[in-house]
């Protein structure tokens, strides 16, 4: 039994009000853009994620970053996980990522964490970001209990629960 109802279309391109920044399927071809944004707010990042994911290893190189991203839209294709990219009008930079998966741990139907480039926290953008992901979640994707990694729920309590069955 999938994780997602049949015939289930994912979303391809999700305007961030009020920015000038929209979501969309990430693709290898963005690790020029990815590589970038990853490293340049890394440390923040680790602190995040690392204890869960261990990543973005402080050694993570460009190519075993664009194979990653390889992955990440060969999941996709097959509705297996999804990674968007948060990216400018023009898609010449990355701002961020959002990350909705199968759910890992007991308690609930989809997984989703997201994340901004340094030079994003505390503005207004990330606040526009921060405010449209639960939004979009509800309005498009088919979850009855997304659970928000390190929003309503703090990594380490994720952590501490059961794997889902």
Excluded at 94 to 109: Q, T, W
Excluded at 145 to 150: E, M
Aim: proline share 8%; charged share 25%.
């Amino acid at each position: 039994m999938s994780w997602l109802p049949d015939g289930f279309v994912h979303p391809v391109h999700v305007p961030v009000p009020g920015t000038a920044f929209h979501l969309r399927p990430i693709r290898e071809a963005d690790a020029v853009r990815d590589y970038p944004a990853v490293m340049g707010s890394r440390e923040r990042l680790w602190e995040i994620f690392g204890p869960a994911w261990s990543w973005p290893r402080e050694t993570m190189t460009y190519e075993e970053n664009r194979a990653d991203l390889l992955r990440h839209e060969k999941e996709i294709d097959a509705h297996q996980s999804f990674n968007y990219a948060l990216l400018d009008e023009g898609e010449t930079a990355l701002f961020g990522c959002v990350y909705i998966d199968p759910p890992e741990r007991a308690g609930s139907d989809g997984e989703v964490a997201w994340w901004v480039v340094d030079d994003l926290v505390g503005g207004e953008a990330e606040r526009a970001f921060d405010a449209l992901v639960p939004q979009w979640i509800a309005a498009d994707w088919p979850f009855q209990q997304p659970r928000y990694l390190g929003r309503d729920i703090t990594w380490q309590d994720w952590l501490a629960l059961p794997r889902a069955s």
